[in-house]
């Protein structure tokens, strides 16, 4: 009898403990450095808040493998798993996300226009269970610093992936800025990575700097487009500091745990009770933006980086050493 | 749970097309792949066009029927094989599915609204950097774009789709039915003389002569048919999971065979009416083993990646257990091989 009344209270011991914790689901579609980045920052997000993983919070972490089949299957999974929150780590994911559970928030991250992929209707506050953080970058100023430091350029090559959706939205933004400023853009596309190449090497010496947002297939391709960009001179400017670190000149934007951090932050408002309702969708803070020069590879291809874009750098690459400025 | 019958009905309707390529015409077919997305693109581009979501998947299934049509005329009219037929067919689709979508991905919308976020300076109305471009006093004169002012013009009447996602079994039944019709279609047709010639035609391609009918004309019939049913999946699948994405297509080829397989386990080869409801029963089962070993598979140390390696073992490993069970088969299948390798032509 005094057994089965131990095991009585340990079972309540243990049902109050598992209810107490909150339940968190979190899906990207796959597994990638600036994903996985993403989903580091919330966590840490969160820890900073004073939530431990494991005795305050219980975290299901599904990859789809890049399979959309799988993806719509974590979500429709997720809708029945009694979660306080899911997290919705690229447009896809946050699509299946949103999709499948309408009585739950969900929280997209790493999605670049929210709105275009009907997450929801505009930034700012919404009327649904629907919100997050949009990894936009800005584009236009990543084109102008560089035709700030490239006064001569003419002619902009954007790499990218069409059947991101991300991607598509950057390139249309190049656009009207290259038309803005009275240059000309041309796309280097390829579905992979050996289609990226291709498609780089044969056009990589007409071009006068090479652009890349936040594209994945560029970013696991940087290494070769960076190779290539080299042999002819040609400078890369990144819309990510992960690519910009994987081999361009400059870059201006954001790191995907800094996304991550800003996610975590919305995040913990909604597990503290705040309605869904009251939270802005917005983009990545201004704050978060990050100017990185790197001075070897400049050096290297023989491009000069003018003093007031100097001084306004946050990261800067000298003799192999990041350093990180102080402003 | 109900989520993973719904979700294995839709998939198991590709698997029907599988079937019917795979097992009864015996000539594997890739054009599933793009045709499952092609479903997908057509059906959410016209529910977008406001068209009716019964009318968009019919369409979808008749331009699925139409990329099995030039899969089955490249293979039998300019002697290709049927392998690199289907993979020229689905290579054509990407593109022609991101065409139809304008875009990688098509989300169904809530409302009926294009709306699209311009750029970040439009939106955070400053330039990050407008003190470096020196044009500080023009960004202070360019108010930040509203939001209000895109949605004004907008038509706000909801877009209709086939499936709410309540979980309250009504999507469940409108699966079902379509399942069932589609299967009880299917099997009428095969019990049609036309029918029978084409389920003969696997075994014994050249008994199909002496019925009067060219080898052609039944595998590009086959072939068409049994992209109908996988355009239908995929438009299905669209509507069930609110968006269509040109990569939704891939690795459906691998999924339908194991879904097969897992039906034939189940219900045994080549009854008649069981061999249609297998697939569907195969994917309900598969896309179960599927959630659990993403749900309690990391205590064993697997990962969802694996998965992969995982169905194609699978696979192998229920064609080397048919061969031991059936030692006639065996020598068959090396008479088959044999005559495949000679008149092979690519």
């Not at chain 1, 400059?250 to 745990?257: E, I, K, Q, R, T």
């Not at chain 2, 907008?154 to 009504?170: H, M, Q, T, V």
């Amino acid at each position: 009898m005094k057994k089965h009344l131990a095991i009585l209270v340990l079972m309540a011991i243990v049902l109050t403990v598992g209810l107490s914790m909150y339940r968190i689901g979190m899906t990207a579609i796959v597994e990638h450095p600036a994903l996985d980045a993403v989903r580091q920052g919330i966590l840490d997000q969160l820890g900073a808040y004073g939530l431990r993983i494991g005795e305050d919070f219980e975290e299901l972490y599904q990859t789809a493998q890049g399979d959309m089949n799988t993806a719509v299957l974590i979500a429709k999974q997720f809708s029945e798993s009694n979660l306080n929150l899911a997290v919705g780590i690229s447009t896809p994911s946050a699509q299946a996300c949103a999709n499948a559970m309408r009585d739950i928030p969900v929280v997209f991250s790493a999605v670049t226009d929210p709105v275009g992929a009907s997450l929801i209707e505009n930034l700012g506050k919404n009327n649904s269970n629907v919100c997050g953080i949009s990894d936009m970058t800005p584009v236009r100023t990543q084109i102008r610093l560089m035709k700030l430091i490239m006064p001569e350029a003419q002619t902009v090559g954007i790499i990218y992936n069409s059947s991101e959706a991300n991607s598509v939205s950057i390139r249309n933004s190049a656009k009207e800025t290259c038309d803005e400023l009275g240059m000309d853009l041309v796309e280097i596309i390829g579905s992979n990575t050996s289609e990226m190449i291709n498609a780089l090497n044969a056009v990589v010496s007409t071009v006068d700097f090479i652009y890349i947002g936040t594209d994945n297939t560029a970013a696991s391709s940087i290494a070769a487009i960076s190779k290539s960009a080299k042999t002819v001179r040609t400078p890369i400017m990144a819309g990510d500091i992960d690519i910009a670190r994987g081999g361009g000149v400059v870059g201006f934007g954001f790191d995907y745990y800094h996304a991550g951090l800003e996610t975590g932050e919305i995040v913990y408002q909604l597990l503290t009770g705040v309605p869904v309702s009251q939270i802005e969708s917005r983009l990545i803070s201004a704050d978060s933006l990050i100017l990185y020069v790197d001075l070897d590879l400049a050096d290297e291809i023989g491009l000069e980086i003018p003093e007031n874009v100097m001084t306004r750098a946050d990261i800067i690459v000298e003799n192999g050493l990041e350093k990180e400025m102080n402003q | 749970m109900i989520a993973i019958i719904e979700q294995g009905i839709i998939i198991g309707i590709t698997g029907i097309g599988v079937f019917l390529t795979f097992r009864i015409l015996d000539m594997p077919d890739l054009t599933v792949e793009g045709s499952f997305g092609l479903g997908g693109a057509v059906t959410v581009g016209l529910i977008v066009l406001g068209m009716n979501p019964i009318l968009a998947l019919l369409i979808a299934m008749i331009l699925g029927g139409l990329a099995g049509l030039i899969t089955g005329l490249i293979f039998r009219k300019l002697k290709v094989h049927v392998l690199l037929a289907g993979i020229l067919v689905m290579t054509m689709l990407y593109s022609i599915n991101i065409r139809v979508m304008q875009g990688p991905n098509l989300p169904i919308p809530i409302t009926r609204m294009e709306n699209q976020l311009t750029n970040y300076e439009d939106i955070s109305g400053e330039d990050p950097l407008a003190d470096l471009f020196g044009d500080l006093e023009s960004q202070d004169a360019k108010p930040a774009l509203s939001q209000q002012a895109q949605s004004e013009t907008a038509d706000k009447s909801p877009i209709i789709n086939l499936f709410d996602n309540l979980r309250d079994g009504s999507d469940l039944f409108i699966i079902i039915l379509v399942a069932s019709s589609i299967i009880l279609l299917l099997f009428v047709f095969l019990k049609t003389d036309l029918g029978t010639v084409l389920r003969g035609f696997g075994s014994n391609p050249e008994g199909v002569e002496s019925f009067g009918m060219s080898r052609d004309f039944i595998s590009i019939l086959g072939l068409s048919l049994a992209n109908v049913f996988v355009a239908l999946s995929g438009g299905m699948f669209a509507l069930y999971s609110g968006f269509a994405d040109v990569t939704m297509g891939q690795g459906m080829i691998i999924t339908g065979l194991a879904m097969v397989m897992v039906g034939e386990i189940i219900f045994g080869r080549f009854k008649p009416l069981f061999g249609l409801i297998a697939p569907i029963i195969g994917g309900v089962v598969y896309q179960s083993i599927l959630a659990l070993v993403m749900r309690y598979g990391y205590k064993i140390g697997f990962r969802a990646s694996d998965m992969k390696l995982l169905t194609a073992l699978f696979i192998i490993s229920v064609i080397a257990f048919s061969l031991i069970k059936n030692p006639k088969k065996r020598k068959a299948l090396k008479g088959k091989v044999k005559s495949l390798c000679s008149d092979s032509k690519i």
